[in-house]
């Protein structure tokens, strides 16, 4: 299957900086990427939807100031979360929806971000 | 989005198929039924998906009701490595967004 590559894959910071987290697509094109975010024993929640040249699409409740989302080609999109404190610590994880395929999605590793 | 239900766990032994349960009564005729499986740490991998007719492929099958309410994943014989929370999504339907909303799926536990 295709691959979705994610990185960093683990990541720890200092209150109040922000990090940014890298989601590409390397054998294939994606218009549409997809952001997640994990907490411990629980399941993924949707934050948002990147669509390649546009604004991203956010779910209720996320904020869209404080995780900014990039998606400036077919193969790459960007999430920083800005001004992170502990509560954003979380296990982030981005797909790709391949053009040919658009059934299928497909998922990085995810990252492990811890902020301190 | 249209919701599914799962058990929470199943447990299987090793090399011995594994029958996934999905209910999804609220079904519309466009959604299309994924299985995705998540293995701790990791993140989600795709498995299978189908529309109305049953679906093979090198990982699993998928058994569909007629009337589309229910559906199952079959593992034909489960390895350890099989162990992870099996995820049963509906998307595809009308907007075509292709959003994937996860529930909490059901974790499978292989014992050897």
């Known amino acids: 299957g295709a691959v979705v590559s994610q990185h960093p894959s683990w990541v720890i910071c200092k209150s109040g900086t922000s990090v940014k987290i890298e989601c590409r697509s390397l054998?294939?094109?994606?218009?549409?990427m997809f952001w997640y975010r994990q907490f411990p024993k629980q399941s993924l929640m949707l934050m948002a939807t990147?669509?390649?040249?546009?604004?991203?699409?956010?779910e209720q409740g996320v904020e869209k100031d404080k995780f900014l989302i990039n998606h400036a080609s077919l193969t790459l999109s960007t999430l920083t979360v800005t001004s992170a404190h502990p509560e954003d610590s979380s296990f982030y994880i981005c797909?790709?929806?391949?053009?040919?395929?658009?059934?299928?999605?497909?998922f990085g590793a995810g990252t492990r971000l811890s902020v301190l | 989005d249209a919701k599914t239900t799962q058990p929470n766990s199943m447990e299987s032994n090793e090399e011995e198929p594994v029958h996934l349960p999905c209910n999804h009564s609220?079904?519309?005729?466009?959604?299309?039924i994924h299985w995705y499986r998540q293995l701790p740490s990791q993140g989600p991998e795709y498995v299978i998906h189908?529309?109305?007719s049953n679906v093979n492929n090198r990982m699993a099958s998928l058994a569909i009701a007629e009337d589309r309410k229910s559906s199952t994943l079959i593992l034909h014989r489960a390895t350890l490595r099989d162990a992870a929370v099996y995820y049963c999504?509906?998307?595809?339907?009308?907007?075509?967004?292709?959003?994937?909303?996860f529930g909490q799926g059901t974790t499978l536990q292989v014992k050897p």
């Open positions: 609220t079904i519309s005729g466009t959604d299309y």
């Open positions: 054998d294939f094109q994606a218009t549409t």
């Open positions: 189908g529309l109305t």
């Open positions: 797909s790709a929806r391949e053009q040919l395929a658009k059934n299928i999605q497909y």
């Open positions: 990147s669509n390649e040249g546009s604004k991203a699409t956010y």
């Open positions: 999504i509906l998307s595809g339907g009308s907007s075509n967004t292709g959003k994937l909303i």
